[in-house]
């Protein structure tokens, strides 16, 4: 089944080209079933390439989606074309005040690491944003420095700045093979890790988290939070191939300090061209978080949060 989206969308172009199955909204609501709504709280500076990445998973599962967009309400992008925001997207207390509910919401990751959670300037909206997950979505999922942010707001598990940027292909292994959401999964794996700080395993267990994911290099990648429906991934399958190319050139031209993103260019030479060697897991981690979902939600979606 497709994923449902606005005609005019970019993405909606971009994984028709690609051969992901997509509707659009006139003609789904011809369809008489109930799609899984699922929100995407988009904090990257580059809305577009953001929005096409997650729908592109999501897209891929056998069920209709409907995807919405939401934004910040006081916080505006400079990267992005002020039509397409207001085009596409909603600010979350508009979200709040319809009291409509979602099956599923991605929030996403930010490049404010270096900042303390409460000073970023959208904090406060955003720990509402946290706690109307509660009542108002079936589940929700952290990814990078959102998934850093739920996991500090919930249970107060620290994000700590790393000496050097951990940056580039990084095996892991599967330490919950059992667990639903990693159904399929080989028992390691490459994922791209782009971040400058980390969460420790000890502070995360103390916590009471199954960790589903981990790196000996990198620390812990998916945690799974049961008690308030979410998983948090600190890391990023959703990516591109090139987009850690893009992180990388832009660092080059700008002078600043960057290693060369480890594992991802052929002998690491940067002159050649990047391998995609997680697209698979990353289909299968969210087409995973979409059937437990489904499997999960009510019908009635005045149910959810009850």
């Not at 996403?108 to 900042?115: D, K, M, N, Y």
């Not at 991802?264 to 289909?283: E, I, L, T, V």
């Amino acid at each position: 089944m497709p994923i449902t989206l606005p005609a005019d969308l970019p993405a909606y172009n971009v994984l028709q080209r690609e051969g992901v199955m997509v509707m659009a909204d006139d003609r789904a609501t011809r369809q008489d079933i109930r799609p899984l709504r699922i929100g995407l709280l988009n904090l990257m500076p580059k809305k577009i390439q953001t929005e096409n990445q997650f729908a592109r998973l999501i897209g891929a599962t056998p069920l209709q989606i409907e995807l919405s967009l939401i934004r910040m309400s006081a916080h505006q992008t400079k990267n992005t074309a002020a039509e397409h925001m207001e085009a596409f997207y909603r600010p979350f207390d508009e979200v709040k005040a319809s009291g409509e509910k979602f099956d599923g919401l991605i929030i996403t990751g930010a490049p404010i690491e270096h900042l303390e959670f409460e000073d970023v300037t959208y904090w406060d909206e955003l720990t509402q944003v946290f706690d109307w997950t509660q009542t108002h979505v079936q589940s929700t999922f952290g990814v990078c420095w959102g998934g850093m942010a739920m996991i500090w707001h919930f249970h107060k598990v620290k994000k700590h700045i790393l000496q050097h940027k951990a940056f580039g292909c990084i095996r892991h292994r599967n330490l919950a093979p059992a667990s639903p959401y990693l159904r399929g999964f080989s028992d390691d794996m490459v994922i791209p890790v782009s971040r400058w700080t980390e969460m420790q395993r000890a502070e995360i267990e103390a916590a009471g988290l199954p960790i589903l994911i981990d790196s000996t290099e990198t620390g812990p990648c998916l945690v799974e939070d049961p008690a308030h429906r979410a998983l948090y991934i600190f890391n990023h399958l959703e990516y591109d191939s090139g987009t850690l190319k893009e992180e990388y050139d832009r660092d080059v031209a700008a002078g600043k300090p960057i290693n060369v993103p480890a594992n991802y260019y052929p002998g690491d030479d940067p002159s050649q061209k990047p391998q995609n060697r997680w697209r698979s897991h990353a289909h299968l981690l969210y087409g995973n978080w979409i059937n437990e979902i489904y499997q999960s939600t009510p019908y009635d979606m005045a149910e959810i949060g009850r």
